[in-house]
């Protein structure tokens, strides 16, 4: 449940799913004839992104080492959400596809069934409370039996094993290890469904309820149309496409539509593979101002092998509210493979905190706040200075195009074909080419992404607030050593002041004026990130006067902050971080191609240091104080004569950052 919101009307849970059941009364009497049981095994999980397992590592020598860049997947020209589709997940798009169209009317007939399914069974589990939701304050968890007997294919001896766990008769019970073969004491050894039988893919169920400041109407476009379903939640969306309208609203609105799409989901790293889906979205208005949209895969209809992600009756239940707002339950409830998860991420991942629904809210909620600063007349920034509104309007807009394009440079995608440092020890940290820039005289020069992540002993409140102060900067960005770092302004993004977007003013003397940054800062109840990118004066002018942010080339950089652990009951701090750190840089050495080992020596050098500067930040040990002393003073030295001696120290600062 949001906190942050003084609106939210009624903070019993229980009562206000009670308020809501009483408003979508009538609905399944409403006369749906293609309403049937969901089975527990609805779904369907294509191939997800191998991350780690299949970039070819470099064996060579580490004394020259280089990247060379594996041929990409064609470009689709037509739709960001399309691009780099591996070829796997076009043929599966495509069997999809040429599923619906043979016995076309068969098949979009059981499709239309499975939708209808799906909400029924999204609004059973959007409004009920106890016994099928335990809930403990902000934290609701699903109760896997009671799951089971509300919507799984449940027989008469499944269901005598259910209640021999519930009263605690255990002798009769199978024996589920798959490996033993010791004779059971009973006569009848039951068959399992389908459901219990799915290994590997484990089951994640979360639910948020709470207020956003627009309309239901606002809401369901958002979610129906894919662009601006993938611009909305871009901080979780890598890739979205629509592969077929089934079935088109009526009245000019979406109630009934139906459409066939496919989804890329990502964590902000490149140590967590993306989870991918084909899925069926249906909408339909439960009443006057309330609308549900469900999403469910289509595993069980159309059976797919290499099954790691299946997406079970998902989606949200929109209400309209006084003064143009909607409160929105949403669900979360899914299958999937954790197994290729790096270690670092696994418990956060493993618990379901990381896709849970408060995420998806939590995006929604944020978007809303951008509109709304975009919208609004007036907005004090730094002493009372306003920004002109189409100042201000360009400005927001370059922030958005930065951030979007941030999260898209450090996820796991199937766009982004990451590959380990070929340097001993140094195999997290990852580096892939962009593309090319032009530069006014020169030939073409690559765009290079390197990133890591790495897990620090110290609050994310506490990280965030150090990352994103601008007197902080000079503790761990290198090239800003002696350096003076102002705000110059700023502007708020709703109710919280931290988060905002900023121009951040770089002198290299009190008089002259080196270059400026765009920063966006925000905190959420999942994450944090810090994105900046350099601007220079010229660029930056004709945002502030209203020019087309469009035009303005952006390198984003930064950070993303996640708790290392999930928050005890849902909210507050934990005591440790997991850390990206993500640098976009030009490089006039590399190709599309080809990255040359000084290039391989200055991407670790850079991210180790940085890396090590904000780990120092946070300690009184006077080893690491005098090493991260050396690094400025060898900053300044430029390491015209010494750069091997150097690189061994920084992978010797490396080596004491991932031992922790």
């Not at 209808?116 to 409004?127: C, G, N, Q, V």
């Amino acid at each position: 449940m949001d906190k942050h919101d003084d609106h939210f009307l009624d903070k019993d849970v229980n009562s206000e799913l009670r308020a809501m059941a009483i408003f979508v009364e009538g609905f399944r009497s409403s006369g749906d004839e293609n309403a049937m049981d969901v089975s527990g095994q609805l779904g369907f999980e294509p191939d997800v992104n191998i991350g780690v397992d299949d970039v070819h590592q470099n064996d060579e020598d580490t004394s020259s080492p280089s990247l060379s860049v594996r041929a990409s997947p064609q470009d689709s020209p037509d739709s960001r959400a399309s691009t780099n589709v591996r070829s796997d997940q076009m043929n599966r798009a495509s069997d999809l596809l040429m599923a619906v169209s043979v016995s076309a009317d068969t098949n979009k007939t059981r499709i239309t069934d499975l939708a209808s399914s799906a909400m029924e069974e999204l609004l059973k589990m959007a409004l009920e409370g106890e016994p099928l939701w335990h809930i403990d304050g902000d934290t609701e968890s699903l109760n896997g039996f009671e799951y089971m007997k509300e919507f799984g294919s449940v027989d008469a001896t499944l269901r005598e094993i259910m209640r021999m766990v519930e009263v605690g008769d255990p002798q009769c019970l199978p024996n589920l290890e798959p490996n033993d073969e010791s004779p059971s004491e009973c006569t009848d050894r039951p068959m399992l469904p389908k459901e219990l039988e799915e290994e590997h893919l484990h089951a994640e169920a979360s639910r948020q309820i709470g207020l956003v400041s627009t309309n239901p109407a606002s809401v369901v476009e958002w979610l129906m149309d894919v662009n601006q379903w993938s611009l909305v939640f871009a901080n979780i969306i890598s890739r979205a496409n629509l592969l077929q309208v089934l079935s088109t609203g009526v009245d000019g609105n979406y109630d009934g539509t139906l459409q066939l799409m496919t989804v890329e989901l990502h964590l902000p790293t490149a140590l967590v593979p993306t989870r991918e889906s084909h899925f069926v979205r249906y909408c339909k208005q439960l009443g006057y101002g309330t609308w549900g949209v469900v999403d469910v895969s289509l595993e069980n209809l159309f059976p797919y092998p290499a099954s790691r992600f299946r997406r079970r009756p998902s989606g949200c239940l929109i209400q309209g509210m006084p003064e143009g707002c909607s409160k929105v339950i949403w669900v979360e409830h899914v299958a999937v493979d954790n197994r290729l998860v790096q270690s670092i991420y696994r418990p956060l991942v493993i618990s379901g905190f990381t896709f849970s629904a408060k995420r998806w809210f939590a995006a929604l909620i944020r978007h809303c706040q951008w509109l709304a600063t975009l919208r609004a007349r007036t907005a004090p920034t730094h002493d009372g200075v306003l920004l002109p509104q189409a100042g201000r309007e360009s400005l927001l807009k370059l922030a958005e195009r930065m951030t979007r394009s941030f999260w898209g440079d450090i996820s796991a995608c199937n766009e982004n074909q990451w590959m380990p440092l070929p340097i001993r020890g140094a195999e997290d940290i990852r580096a892939m080419t962009k593309g090319s820039i032009p530069v006014p005289g020169m030939p073409p020069s690559s765009k290079i992404v390197f990133t890591t992540s790495i897990r620090l002993a110290v609050p994310p409140k506490r990280l965030f607030d150090f990352l994103r102060d601008e007197n902080s900067r000079t503790k761990w960005d290198t090239r800003l050593f002696g350096h003076i770092i102002r705000e110059l302004a700023y502007v708020i993004n709703g109710n919280n002041p931290e988060n905002r977007v900023s121009i951040l003013q770089v002198n290299a003397t009190p008089e002259e004026v080196e270059i400026f940054y765009l920063q966006e800062s925000f905190s959420d109840d999942i994450g944090s990130y810090v994105i900046y990118a350099p601007v220079d004066a010229l660029a930056m002018s004709g945002i502030l006067n209203g020019g087309s942010p469009e035009i303005v080339n952006i390198l984003p950089c930064g950070f993303s902050i996640l708790p290392d652990r999930p928050p005890l009951n849902g909210h507050g701090d934990v005591p440790g971080s997991l850390l990206t750190i993500a640098f976009h840089i030009i490089d006039l050495a590399s190709t599309e191609e080809y990255i040359p080992p000084e290039s391989v020596k200055t991407i670790f050098k850079v991210i180790a240091e940085t890396a090590f500067l904000i780990k120092a930040a946070f300690t009184s040990d006077n080893v690491q104080g005098n090493l991260a002393g050396g690094i400025k003073e060898k900053k300044k030295e430029k390491m015209d004569t010494d750069i091997e001696s150097y690189l061994c120290c920084i992978v010797a600062i490396w080596q004491q950052i991932k031992i922790g």
